[in-house]
């Protein structure tokens, strides 16, 4: 009996340590998570008219990379600019107005919600060329993900359940709470 009690008590004072170390990296984790991602649009390229008339050399960088929520796009381009426009204007290649303007040759924009965002050049002529670009992301990973052999952030998402799941079995055990883990 008595020695039960001293195997409990050492438990909950090792379990208080466990705690404080494992809330300790679950505040770590969450900053990973909530870290945000500047990407510079066209890679060393940056943004300027395709060598070659090519429509779709925006939409696969685009499509290489993962965007989330409040990541920044930097656009950099020199005699040139770069507009967010609808998609009707970008399927028109033409804008008179649009969402954002900017031609100061280096351009920070934040994409602040999920959805699709469809940026032009503001000059004559370079979105027909190529100089145009959708970006297209949704919350968590899109439907596809689990086929896809390079989910990098999908898996930086899946992690932090994980452990949470597991730290809370670990602590109920140890606790010897019994409480449904679902
Ligand atoms: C994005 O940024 C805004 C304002 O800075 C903030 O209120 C919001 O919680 C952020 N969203 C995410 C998903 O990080």
């Given at each position: ?160 359940a994980?452990?949470v799941k597991?730290?809370f079995i ?9 409480l449904p883990v679902g």
């Amino acid at each position: 009996m008595a020695s039960g009690f001293i195997t409990i008590t050492q438990l909950k004072k090792h379990c208080s340590s466990l705690a404080l170390i494992i809330v300790l990296i679950l505040a770590v984790m969450r900053l990973r998570a909530v870290e945000c991602v500047e990407l510079d649009v066209g890679g060393p390229y940056g943004w300027a008219t395709p060598p070659a008339k090519n429509d779709q050399m925006y939409n696969d960088w685009a499509s290489k990379n993962r965007f989330q929520v409040n990541d920044t796009l930097r656009f950099t381009y020199k005699k040139d600019s770069v507009m967010t426009v609808t998609e009707e204007e970008y399927e028109r290649c033409r804008s008179s107005h649009p969402v954002f303007f900017s031609n100061n040759g280096d351009t920070v924009l934040k994409l602040d919600r999920p959805g699709l965002f469809y940026f032009i050049s503001g000059v004559s002529g370079h979105c027909q060329r190529g100089l145009k670009m959708v970006v297209k992301f949704w919350h968590g990973p899109p439907p596809q993900a689990a086929a896809d052999p390079s989910p990098t952030s999908a898996a930086a998402f899946a992690a932090p359940a994980s452990i949470v799941k597991t730290v809370f079995i670990l602590l109920s055990s140890l606790l010897g709470v019994i409480l449904p883990v679902g």
